[in-house]
């Protein structure tokens, strides 16, 4: 047997424990590993710097080293976290409808822990402890796999969770991680139906295709995050300023950062001048249409084409369109968006409504930046990603996407005529 077999046989195993797990076990378990994570600080922060020293080695940069840095802030939100989740109500159990037949049967739609779930990423470290802490909550057993990019620093984490956990009263096998970075064993890993029941993969979307194109089990995705965010005619411009800069810059190697920014034609020439020379501050380069780059001559600004239209640059880099209505930047969106998380900023409350129930993405917002596409600040502790599916999760997914049901039906006697 090989060593993901005895891996996914383990996990088999503790899901069963997991599922009548008690929530005071499970919540003393995350404390647990929220302290050792705390203990852990100056081990992490070093691991960290080999990945580090290794990817700039490789000439990696930007915003793919700005995913795999820690620093004391990003480790101390890993433990902060962990204990949200705790606080957090235990999914497992809770009564999701119920309801009594004419001839006396009581059926109970009650939420239940998945199972076996594999989550297979890249470069953020800190997935490690966010999907472990969620797996844990919902009654699952997780089996994490890193990329070769975070190796040591997934290692570092996962000591200090994995061991305090156990100890803390988790099975055995609750919590794994693949030690090795053999491509082989995310193959193995993906082709395990009757073992592991969901495959969750954190990345790029070059990752997420090849999970899918391999995988024998479930499969939640998020492809690319292509986020807009249109400017009304009837726009408050300063309010907009700042949630266009904010959804652009504030962190642009993730997948909630806006990439095409629609602006209504009316709004463009005041607009797009300033919000272009603060971009330009920031080092933010622009591509657009040929509307704008009439309003921004003598700007440096290069045409947009189609392939900008449908690229996530991940990176400070922002195409631009002006637009003759909500109606054309809604057609944008649907054309060329990725149902991810997209956003009007707007005084008109019929074009707001109409933007909502219009634009089909997992996050639409209203005079607010896209950056808020995440569990934590939805209030879900902290995320296993953000889903673009739209079965069985959608948007940023916590404890109850991490749980499916059943219906439990007592009777009293009761047989079929």
């Not at 993901?4 to 378990?29: D, G, H, Q």
């Not at 004419?102 to 822990?113: C, E, Q, S, T, Y």
Request: glycine share 10%; aromatic share 4%; proline share 4%.
């Amino acid at each position: 047997m090989s060593e993901i077999s005895r891996m996914v046989e383990k996990a088999k195993t503790a899901s069963a424990a997991m599922a009548l797990l008690p929530t005071s076990v499970k919540n003393r378990a995350l404390k647990a590993m929220a302290d050792g994570l705390d203990r852990g600080g100056k081990d992490i922060l070093a691991a960290n710097g080999r990945d580090l020293a290794a990817a700039r080695a490789k000439g990696i940069a930007g915003a793919l080293l700005d995913r795999l840095m820690l620093n004391e802030k990003r480790i101390g939100e890993m433990p902060r976290g962990l204990r949200e989740v705790a606080r957090l109500p235990d999914p497992v159990g809770q009564v999701i409808s119920r309801r009594t037949r004419p001839n006396g049967l009581r059926i109970l739609k009650v939420r239940v822990p998945i199972g076996v779930i594999a989550i297979v990423y890249e470069a953020r470290p800190n997935v490690t402890a966010d999907c472990a802490g969620l797996c844990i909550k919902s009654g699952n057993s997780v089996i994490l796999r890193g990329g070769s990019e975070a190796i040591h620093s997934n290692r570092a984490i996962f000591r200090r969770i994995e061991a305090a956990g156990r100890k803390a009263g988790l099975a055995e096998g609750a919590l794994q991680l693949v030690w090795d970075t053999d491509r082989r064993s995310v193959d193995e890993l993906l082709g395990t139906p009757g073992g592991v029941d969901l495959v969750i993969p954190r990345g790029g979307e070059g990752l997420i295709r090849q999970v899918v194109a391999k995988a024998k089990v479930p499969v939640i995705k998020q492809y690319k995050g292509i986020c807009h965010t249109y400017v009304d005619a009837s726009a408050d411009l300063k309010k907009a300023e700042e949630i266009c800069f904010n959804a652009k810059v504030q962190r642009p190697g993730v997948c909630n950062a806006m990439e095409t920014l629609l602006v209504h034609r009316a709004a463009a020439p005041k607009f797009l001048p300033a919000m272009a020379r603060r971009y330009a501050q920031a080092g933010v380069r622009l591509r657009g249409d040929a509307p704008t780059r009439r309003i921004l001559r003598g700007m440096p600004v290069q045409p947009a084409t189609e392939r900008d239209w449908a690229t996530e640059y991940l990176d400070l880099i922002l195409s631009v369109k002006v637009v003759g209505s909500v109606g054309e930047a809604m057609e944008h969106i649907r054309r060329w968006g990725s149902s991810h998380s997209d956003a009007i900023v707007t005084r008109s409350k019929p074009n707001a409504a109409r933007f909502l129930k219009g634009v089909d993405s997992a996050c639409v917002y209203v005079n607010a930046s896209t950056r808020f596409t995440d569990g934590g600040q939805f209030g879900l502790g902290a995320e296993i990603g953000v889903s673009t599916d739209k079965l069985h999760a959608r948007g940023p997914m916590g404890l109850e996407e991490l749980t499916t049901y059943k219906y439990e039906v007592t009777g009293t006697g009761q047989v079929r005529r």
